[in-house]
């Protein structure tokens, strides 16, 4: 066992950075900020503090990362076949099919957009601006995906495209802490049934 | 000034009690459980240590007859001018209209089924007991309100009556959610128009 390079130890180093983020992430999302102890982080990542704060200057830090991460780890099983949809709306609809249905087993505690908003609405102005850029970009998706059916042809040129995405992520989001609560997936599978019909009825007369 | 009778004792102890309660409510809406401290606790109600809890075993009585008395505050206006609508749907319309015009001002940190939903996902099983309850009450006011619908012939026999219940409870937290985030009632406008027209979309044919 040689001395190891500049490069190789900054790759451990990069690796445990990383397993530190994935398993702090459960910790904040089902914990908040203020709820996530130290002696939590440090089950959760099998590190005492030394070994978690040399690669963090804090929880702030740490925490930042963590809400990256576990957004970016349900924002991708909700993308899932999305381009291989023709049309814009069998996108929309995808959309809600791939948020109702099961949970990714990527992060523990429910929606971290849900969970970081209702924690960070007194306090913590960074993970605020996080969850607020990741709404906006949401946000900004599903009104683009109306606005491409629209052009198209596809979608009635009446409707307000943010208005619908403002519809669909309320909709989708109050019911993933209804589900939270009631421990069943049942808010969301109405939900689910309802936005198809919302949608399904946005369709432009020619096409129906 | 005499001595005060037992019953006056109680009686003013009764009130500080109630005081204590309403402004607890404020800070544990707005920071969880965990994140209440002792001392905005004691900042909120002008109180040393043992004078809040003279009054309260613990913490958690004390956050526990914050969380009734803030959702009694939030649910009341919510049932405003309820009983002077003469049929079922016009009540389900207020009931929306209610809920996204002006907050009470009787509460700061947003709705606290959603805050104490998201908080007490992970640890308080009371808290979330509670929170369970008050959704459920609410679920089957609106449904009852359908069925009520449905009985005298205004509403579709067709509709599931906790289904429009469910549908209609997420889109208004999932809008609070957002709103709170974007520090704007847009979300809850549009998401207010979206379930008038949904409403009105379960009119029965014959009354069209």
Redesign the interface.
């Known amino acids: 066992m040689g001395v190891e390079s500049p490069a190789a130890r900054s790759t451990k180093g990069d690796l445990t950075r990383q397993r530190i983020i994935e398993k702090a992430a459960g910790v904040f999302n ?6 996530a102890s130290l002696s939590e982080l440090m089950e959760a990542t099998g590190l005492e503090k030394g070994g978690i704060y040399r690669h963090f200057e804090s929880k702030q830090e740490l925490a930042e990362a963590a809400f990256d991460y576990a957004w970016e780890a349900v924002s991708a099983p909700r993308q899932r076949g999305l381009e291989e949809q023709k049309s814009s709306l069998d996108k929309l609809l995808l959309l809600v099919r791939n948020f109702v249905g099961e949970p990714p087993r990527t992060l523990s ?2 929606c971290p957009l ?2 970081t ?3 960070s ?3 913590n102005p960074v993970l ?1 601006n996080k ?2 850029a990741a ?1 906006s970009g949401w946000r900004t998706r599903i009104a683009d995906l109306v606005r491409s059916g629209q052009r198209n042809g596809e979608l009635l040129k009446t409707i307000d495209p943010d ?1 619908v995405a ?2 669909m ?7 993933v ?2 589900s ?3 421990k069943t997936r ?2 969301q599978h ?2 689910g ?2 936005l198809e019909e ?1 949608l399904l009825g946005l369709r432009a007369r020619s096409k129906g």
């Open positions: 089902r914990r908040g900020f203020a709820g505690g429910g849900l969970n908003a209702v924690d609405d007194d306090g605020r969850a607020r709404l208005s403002v519809v992520i309320a909709a989708l989001e109050g019911a802490m209804m939270g609560l009631e049942e808010p109405i939900v049934r309802h919302y």
